[in-house]
């Protein structure tokens, strides 16, 4: 399996967890569209991107060129939910992704599940490292709309996604914590 899908320097990257445990061998690419985290998270996404963008631009997305990749190969090298510290693959990993977005400076780095979170974190620098368990969905509400309050054309802005395993367990605080009252998406990208 390749290491991504689509254009790398495509403004847009979608950064997963890891390839799940399940049937990985027979998955074609990451985040393979036959796969039920792709639709739980990545499809209503994609469904209100291109609305917006349209609707802003007046032009379209195309989804085949969104870069995707996981932010770890093997299921088994997530890191445990207590550690802040890493591995040393893990964080050799973390640098060579750091290289990477560098190399392309998406605008908008997409991740969702525990370890992209804190990976993409760690690979854009962030001075502060956590273990998984902090990446509960109050925290992810809270980095969600901090990080949409300060989107900026010009950097790389890193947009954590709920996964679908917090929410079950979670419905009413991920739905406080990533639905605003207000309906505004700061900065003037979106709005009621």
Known sequence: MNEHSGDPA??????????????????KMRLDPRHPARHNIWTPVI?????????????????STICTRNALQEPS???SPNDVQWNDAI????????????????????????SSV?????????????????WGAEHLGDEF?????????NAVNVISLLHVSIARGHFVE??????SSSGIITSGILQN
């Open 145 to 153: 709309w901090s990080k949409i309050g300060s989107f900026s054309v």
């Open 77 to 79: 090298n997530k890191p």
């Open 174 to 179: 991920s739905h406080e914590s990533f639905s």
């Open 10 to 27: 495509f403004p847009i990257l979608l950064l997963g967890d890891s390839n799940p445990k399940n049937g990985q061998n027979r998955l």
């Open 118 to 134: 804190e990976f993409a974190h760690r690979a854009q620098g962030e001075p502060t490292k956590r273990n998984l368990k902090y």
């Open 91 to 114: 964080e050799k990993r973390i640098r060579e992704f750091a290289w990477k977005v560098q190399l392309h400076l998406p605008i908008v780095l997409i991740s969702f599940g525990l």
């Open 47 to 63: 469904d209100e991107t291109p609305d917006i963008i349209y609707k802003k631009g007046k032009k379209r997305v195309n989804t």
